[in-house]
């Protein structure tokens, strides 16, 4: 039998689950095992006893405001901040103890950081009620979370995270910017750029994780990814989601350009076994294989859509891929990957190629492909084998490349011609791959707008190409922010003008200190100084009218470090007061304190 008991509390639990409602700070718990006087080990000697043992457990609970409300977060935000708008905690704090239904909204600006930004498995939102992280809609910057080259980025292990409107940069060499191993998430409008492997990768959280903890149904929305390079130019894509991968990841309205290695990677490979199907749609990858100054780097497809001949299903639907290194379509051997309604232009190597190594079938389908070229020549792959039904490849909607005859023409001898294109101009010069402009830009609502680049006229056959259309991003209202009682005054006898503070008080000083908070007494619960719940022996509290009047006794104030200290009167209305009280070292000149404290 184990028994349970939380100190200061009449509630006793016994073998059961009933819940415990813990309070802000340290919880300490007094715990009896009784072993049950039958119970013998697995190899039947019995205890050296079977008497009650009892032990103390510590429970420390902290959380910034309650479900529904906003945790603000600034680039000099600290862990010693409330939260509110005007007193910000930092980004590792706010992510820590976000709680499902808050907001975290980061203030525009850079964050200089030095360690990975980590959502743990567990540390989750719920299907109703998400922890979002967002940009501060009002600012006039977004805010750039730059880690300095030094780490990973951000590792996203929960579930139900929503994520808007921020920068990712400057990830170490070899590590990620973003990796999603949870589930359930929403990255939306999300700028990774300049890291040292992949911007945005989706895969397991663990080694050991099996396909049960794979990440699943997440959502990449409206995201761009570019000028992302490992020293070797060998792994970094602008995106991925590739190895340990289960089913439902979306990729809709993103752009990858200029990335080291490939536009978007769904690479799998027989050791790990098949990856769910990813759907990938209203997307555009261009100039990968290049970087931005045109460095001729890495492999270079568009979107790359397999590995080592596994069956993956994986669909890319209306979307757009152009002046890429290598291939602008390629199946990468998977044997069945799923196109419609897309346009792939003057890649270097194949604009389309669906082929298979080693399985003896394919399932190839293909509805709508247009494949365009000017001023090159390079042939179509295809390379169908088994049971593959090849009308689902060569279909009348789908125009492929002929280079003896050099023009894109379906089954039926219908010819694309430049006139199906509002323009092909993709502003690159083909000496040294650089861009003068980019052409691909975004709408107010983050869905991407070509500019005219590759879209289709009224000459164009109207069952092929893509017609770039997308998913608007969310418009999320910023909450309230965390409730708070407002302080009245804070006084006492021996009290002087602090150098950071309204109120401070000289080392060692024996005073009392009283802090009147607009606030019922009723409600009060408890005191936390430095984030640490105080024993209420070192205070009192009374009601003076509908104010709370908290005493803090001479005996502590005295006992405290040179420093200043945050005070928080918690409520059991949800609402907090803070205030802060600088203790002064005894020595030095106070010359300039000396004056009456507010």
Same mark, same amino acid.
């Given at each position: ?385 088994? &049971?593959? /039904?090849?009308?689902? @490849?060569? #279909?009348? =909607?789908?125009?492929?490349?002929? !280079?003896?005859?050099?023009?894109? +023409? ?89 150098? &950071?503070? /309204?109120?401070?008080? @000289?080392? #060692?000083? =024996?005073?009392?200190?009283?802090? !009147?908070?607009?606030?019922?007494? +009723? ?76």
């Amino acid at each position: 039998e184990i028994t349970t008991r939380l100190v200061g509390s009449e509630m006793c639990i016994r073998d059961s689950k009933k819940t415990i409602k813990l309070h802000g700070g340290a919880n300490y718990f007094v715990i009896t095992f009784t072993p049950d006087p039958n119970f013998k080990p697995l190899k039947g000697d019995a205890l050296t006893s079977y008497e009650p043992y009892t032990f103390e457990h510590v429970v420390t609970y902290k959380a910034i405001g309650e479900a529904g409300e906003a945790i603000w977060v600034a680039p000099d935000g600290t862990s010693q901040g409330s939260g509110y708008e005007s007193n910000p905690v930092d980004i590792y704090t706010a992510v820590k103890y976000a709680q499902p239904g808050q907001q975290i909204i980061l203030k525009g600006g850079k964050y200089s950081l030095s360690s990975t930004i980590k959502t743990e498995r567990g540390h989750s939102g719920t299907a109703d009620s998400n922890i979002v992280m967002m940009a501060d809609p009002n600012a006039t910057e977004r805010p750039v979370l730059d880690f300095n080259w030094t780490c990973a980025g951000m590792v996203l292990a929960g579930d139900y995270w929503y994520f808007k409107g921020f920068d990712v940069t400057h990830s170490a060499d070899a590590l990620k910017g973003v990796q999603v191993s949870g589930s359930h998430n929403v990255l939306d409008q999300i700028n990774t750029y300049h890291n040292g492997n992949t911007g945005i990768q989706i895969s397991r959280y663990l080694s050991s994780d099996t396909w049960d903890n794979w990440p699943s149904y997440n959502l990449i929305l409206n995201c761009t990814s570019y000028g992302n390079a490992d020293k070797g130019y060998e792994d970094a894509d602008g995106f991925a989601a590739k190895l340990t991968v289960a089913d439902g990841n979306v990729f809709d309205g993103c752009i990858s350009y200029n990335n080291a290695d490939d536009g978007w990677d769904l690479f799998a490979k027989v050791e790990t076994g098949s990856i769910g199907s990813v759907t990938l749609q209203n997307c555009v990858a261009y100039g990968n294989g290049y970087l931005e100054d045109g460095t001729n780097a890495g492999n270079g497809n568009g979107f790359k859509m397999g590995g080592d001949s596994l069956s993956g299903y994986h669909r890319l639907i209306n979307s757009v891929a152009y002046n890429n290194k290598a291939k602008g379509i390629d199946s990468n051997s998977c044997p069945d990957i799923q196109v419609t309604s897309s346009t792939t232009f003057n890649n270097e190597s194949y604009n389309v190629a669906f082929y298979t190594n080693t399985a003896a079938n394919t399932g190839f389908g293909a509805n709508g492909i247009l494949s365009y070229r000017k001023d090159t020549n390079v042939s179509e792959q295809f390379k169908a084998k088994g &049971t593959q /039904d090849e009308s689902k @490849i060569y #279909g009348d =909607s789908n125009y492929y490349w002929d !280079t003896t005859a050099q023009k894109s +023409s379906n089954k039926s001898g219908a010819t694309v011609t430049d006139d199906w294109f509002e323009s092909v101009d993709t502003a690159m010069d083909h000496a040294t791959h650089v861009y003068a402009s980019h052409k691909v830009t975004r709408n107010a609502d983050n869905t991407i707008n070509m500019n005219g680049l590759l879209v289709l006229t009224d000459k164009a056959a109207a069952n092929t190409g893509a017609r770039m259309t997308g998913t608007p991003s969310a418009k999320i209202e910023v909450p309230e922010g965390i409730k708070g009682h407002k302080t009245i005054s804070i006084t006492g006898k021996d009290v002087v003008k602090g150098n &950071t503070t /309204d109120v401070a008080v @000289i080392q #060692g000083t =024996s005073t009392d200190i009283v802090w !009147t908070i607009d606030a019922d007494a +009723s409600t009060f619960d408890y005191i936390m100084v430095d984030d640490v719940v105080l024993d209420a022996s070192k205070y009192t509290v009374v009601a003076n009218g509908n104010t709370t009047v908290v005493t803090f006794k001479a005996s502590y104030i005295k006992s405290l470090k040179a420093a200043e200290h945050t005070f928080r009167a918690c409520f059991t209305d949800g609402y907090i007061a803070e205030t802060k009280l600088e203790v002064l070292p005894k020595t030095g000149d106070f010359s300039r304190n000396m004056i009456a404290a507010v």
